[in-house]
């Protein structure tokens, strides 16, 4: 029976976690899609009068990886593999380039990114969106940025984009599906509430699920600072429904494969590290088909049942080859 089998293997397997080794907390990368809102121009700007020259669309996506946190409040990351497609003038032209983002702030949220960006393999220009307070809500990147900072002939990207989503989530903690085991619902598409969260962790991919360019990473957030255990299995749980397990729900069942054990760092946890293999390969995915995962931590605290662990909400991917 799948529920017992499910059952002994991870009871098995939790009782065990003090005993293996846990891999340390890796922030990235994530790989972000720009939207068909984002746009390219070059020309005047005040107070010069000249037209604008061209308009383009650009396409294409970014990496973008945690580097460091510092004393004043802002998180540092690397943007790195810009790769974009932009039509210019009936003439489609190839951006590639490099930079850095930092988001965050002790009294007033700013962001600002720079980017040194190459056309058709040229020398790279200096772009630079200054310190301004975001457009929309991190992990959006919605931004400008520019040579000149828009002032008389410059060239100008509005960027809007997202981490590149790989699947969807099912399986939710917050009523939409079977009951948290004692009333304790989390946020929209979470996991049950914990002890130390009342929205619950939550599961997301981003990246390409495919088994020839796999850039997947799941990111397990919301959880105590803790180890996280991230698995694969070959079938939803009561349909995608859930059933009680523990302090929240099982979502993964099936052909269950344990990937990593990560201890989260400020509730956070994601796999593959930067030194592992791909998701697929650590998955032992050889051929496209649909997977569904799922975290389970550590919450020591017995706020609900008598267990001490809970589940973030399910994701399922489908690779492609």
């Given at each position: 029976m799948i529920s017992l089998r499910f059952s002994a293997t991870f009871t098995a397997l939790f009782l065990g976690l003090a005993a293996l080794p846990i891999q340390a907390q890796s922030t990235g990368p994530i790989q972000y899609q720009l939207e068909n809102t984002s746009q390219y121009s070059e020309g005047?700007?005040?107070?010069?009068?000249?037209?604008?020259?061209?308009?383009?669309?650009?396409?294409?996506t970014?990496?973008?990886r945690y580097a460091v946190s510092d004393p004043a409040g802002y998180t540092?990351?690397?943007?790195?593999?810009?790769?974009?497609?932009?039509?210019?003038?009936g003439t489609l032209e190839h951006v590639t380039g490099s930079g850095q983002y930092r988001h965050g702030g002790q009294f007033v949220v700013q962001e600002e990114l720079t980017l040194d960006l190459s056309v058709n393999g040229g020398a790279p220009e200096h772009f630079?969106?200054?310190?301004?307070?975001?457009?929309?809500?991190?992990?959006?990147?919605d931004i400008t940025i520019s040579i000149n900072g828009m002032y008389c002939y410059d060239k100008v990207y509005s960027l809007f984009s997202a981490p590149n989503v790989a699947g969807t989530p099912?399986?939710?903690?917050?009523?939409?599906?079977t009951a948290c085991p004692c009333g304790n619902t989390g946020a929209p598409g979470n996991g049950c509430a914990n002890s130390l969260?009342?929205?619950?962790?939550n599961l997301v991919g981003n990246g390409t699920p495919s088994l020839a360019s796999d850039s997947v990473v799941l990111a397990s957030t919301g959880t105590p600072s803790?180890?996280?255990?991230?698995?694969?299995?070959?079938?939803?749980?009561?349909?995608?429904?859930?059933?009680?397990?523990?302090d929240g729900l099982r979502c993964a069942a099936g052909n269950v494969q344990r990937l990593r054990i990560v201890q989260a760092v400020s509730g956070e946890a994601r796999v593959p590290g930067p030194l592992d293999p791909p998701l697929s390969v650590i998955g032992g995915i050889s051929a496209p088909g649909t997977y569904d995962y799922q975290t389970?931590?550590?919450?020591?605290s017995a706020f609900c049942t008598p267990a001490v662990f809970n589940l973030a909400n399910g994701y399922e991917i489908v690779w492609t080859p």
């Open positions: 005047c700007y005040p107070p010069c009068l000249c037209p604008i020259l061209f308009n383009g669309m650009p396409s294409g970014f990496v973008l540092h990351y690397d943007i790195t593999n810009v790769d974009w497609l932009v039509g210019v003038n630079d969106s200054g310190l301004v307070i975001p457009q929309s809500i991190f992990p959006r990147i099912f399986c939710t903690g917050d009523g939409a599906g969260n009342p929205a619950g962790a803790a180890p996280v255990l991230f698995f694969q299995g070959t079938q939803r749980v009561n349909g995608g429904m859930g059933s009680v397990f523990g389970w931590y550590r919450n020591s």
